[in-house]
C-alpha cells in the first residue's frame, strides 16, 4: 500500500500530468480539497472508491483516514491543488506516515504561480531584467513567517516575487514592497488561474489594492510583482545565441 501526494494542478483538469492522472485511477481511496480540486478529476476514480472531501477535516482526521487505508491494504491518491512542493501542508502529513511507518511518494503538478505566468504570457526571468524569483506568502490566519523572511527583507534584492495566500492584505503587502520595488512596479493579480472564472489584473502597485478590492478578489490568487511583467527591451539569451550554436571546426594534431 503507498500514499501518493498528487499535484493536481492549478484548477484547469486537463493540467495534471499522466502519473498522477493513472495514479488515480490506480487507488480505492482518494483525499482530495473539495474546494480547490477539480471534481472532474475524481471522473478517474476507480469504480466504488472512497473518495474523503478534506476541505473541513482537521490534519489528525485525513492522516486517520490514510492509517485506516493502509491497515485495508489499499492504495490512496492525496490530491493537493498545484504543486505539493509549495504550500501544500504535505510536510506535517509525511511526518505522521514516517511516524507509522506507512510508504508514500510524491507526483508533482503544475504549480499556481506557473499557471499565472501562462495567463500572462510572461516569462518571470527575463535577461537582464530579472533572474530570480521569490516564492512567498504573508503571515495572516497562517503560521508566523521565519526570522529574515518578511516582504521588506525579501524586497531589497527587487527580484520578482510571487505571493500566495496575501490577497486579502493586498494593502499591507503594497505598503511593505514599495520602499524596495517602487510604487510604479508593474504588478499582477490572477485570481483562479487556468480555470474558466479566472480574473486578470494588470497595474502596478500603486493601483493594485484598488483593482483587487474592485473586482472582489479575496481567495485562490497569486501575486506577481517585477519589472519582468513589462520588459520589452532586453537582450536576447545565451541559450540560442548564434555564439552559442555556430558549429565549432576541429583541428587535426597535424594541423597549424
Same mark, same amino acid.
Given at each position: 500500500?503507498?500514499? @501518493?501526494? !498528487?499535484?493536481?494542478?492549478?484548477?484547469?483538469?486537463?493540467?495534471?500530468?499522466?502519473?498522477?492522472?493513472?495514479? !488515480?485511477?490506480?487507488? =480505492?481511496?482518494?483525499?482530495?480539497?473539495?474546494?480547490?480540486?477539480?471534481?472532474?478529476?475524481?471522473?478517474?476514480? =476507480? #469504480?466504488?472508491? @472512497?473518495l474523503v472531501d478534506t476541505a473541513n477535516?482537521?490534519?489528525?482526521?485525513?492522516?486517520?483516514?490514510?492509517?485506516?487505508?493502509?491497515?485495508?491494504?489499499?492504495?490512496?491518491?492525496?490530491?493537493?491543488?498545484?504543486?505539493?512542493?509549495?504550500?501544500?501542508?504535505?510536510?506535517?502529513?509525511?511526518?505522521?506516515?514516517?511516524? /507509522?511507518?506507512?510508504?508514500?511518494e510524491v507526483i508533482p503538478g503544475v #504549480?499556481?504561480?506557473?499557471?499565472?505566468?501562462?495567463?500572462?504570457?510572461?516569462?518571470?526571468?527575463? #535577461?537582464?531584467?530579472?533572474?530570480?524569483?521569490?516564492?512567498?506568502?504573508?503571515?495572516?490566519?497562517?503560521? =508566523?513567517? $521565519?526570522?529574515?523572511?518578511?516582504?521588506?527583507?525579501?524586497?531589497?534584492?527587487?527580484?520578482?516575487?510571487?505571493?500566495?495566500?496575501?490577497?486579502?492584505?493586498?494593502?499591507?503587502?503594497?505598503?511593505?514592497?514599495? $520602499?524596495?520595488?517602487?510604487?510604479?512596479? $508593474?504588478?499582477?493579480?490572477?485570481? @483562479? /488561474?487556468?480555470?474558466?472564472?479566472?480574473?486578470?489584473?494588470?497595474?502596478?502597485?500603486?493601483?493594485?489594492?484598488?483593482?483587487?478590492?474592485?473586482?472582489?478578489?479575496?481567495?485562490?490568487?497569486?501575486?506577481?510583482?517585477?519589472?519582468?511583467?513589462?520588459?520589452?527591451?532586453? $537582450?536576447?539569451?545565451?541559450?540560442?545565441?548564434?555564439? @552559442?550554436?555556430? =558549429?565549432?571546426?576541429?583541428?587535426?594534431?597535424?594541423?597549424?
Amino acid at each position: 500500500m503507498t500514499v @501518493r501526494f !498528487i499535484g493536481a494542478g492549478p484548477g484547469a483538469a486537463d493540467l495534471i500530468t499522466v502519473r498522477g492522472q493513472r495514479a !488515480i485511477a490506480a487507488s =480505492p481511496v482518494c483525499l482530495y480539497a473539495g474546494s480547490l480540486v477539480p471534481e472532474e478529476l475524481l471522473r478517474d476514480c =476507480p #469504480p466504488g472508491a @472512497r473518495l474523503v472531501d478534506t476541505a473541513n477535516m482537521t490534519l489528525e482526521e485525513i492522516v486517520a483516514e490514510m492509517l485506516a487505508a493502509h491497515e485495508a491494504g489499499h492504495d490512496v491518491a492525496r490530491l493537493h491543488s498545484g504543486d505539493p512542493s509549495v504550500f501544500s501542508a504535505m510536510a506535517e502529513q509525511m511526518r505522521r506516515l514516517d511516524a /507509522a511507518a506507512v510508504p508514500y511518494e510524491v507526483i508533482p503538478g503544475v #504549480p499556481a504561480f506557473a499557471a499565472a505566468a501562462a495567463s500572462l504570457k510572461r516569462e518571470l526571468t527575463v #535577461p537582464g531584467v530579472g533572474q530570480t524569483i521569490t516564492l512567498t506568502r504573508t503571515s495572516a490566519r497562517a503560521t =508566523p513567517m $521565519p526570522e529574515g523572511e518578511d516582504l521588506g527583507t525579501l524586497g531589497r534584492s527587487r527580484a520578482t516575487m510571487v505571493l500566495h495566500l496575501a490577497v486579502q492584505r493586498v494593502e499591507a503587502v503594497v505598503e511593505e514592497l514599495v $520602499p524596495n520595488y517602487g510604487a510604479d512596479c $508593474p504588478v499582477a493579480v490572477v485570481a @483562479r /488561474a487556468s480555470r474558466e472564472d479566472e480574473v486578470v489584473l494588470r497595474g502596478t502597485l500603486a493601483d493594485i489594492a484598488g483593482q483587487v478590492r474592485a473586482a472582489g478578489i479575496l481567495r485562490t490568487a497569486v501575486i506577481v510583482v517585477g519589472r519582468v511583467l513589462t520588459a520589452s527591451e532586453f $537582450p536576447d539569451s545565451h541559450l540560442y545565441s548564434d555564439a @552559442r550554436c555556430r =558549429p565549432v571546426l576541429s583541428r587535426s594534431s597535424g594541423d597549424e
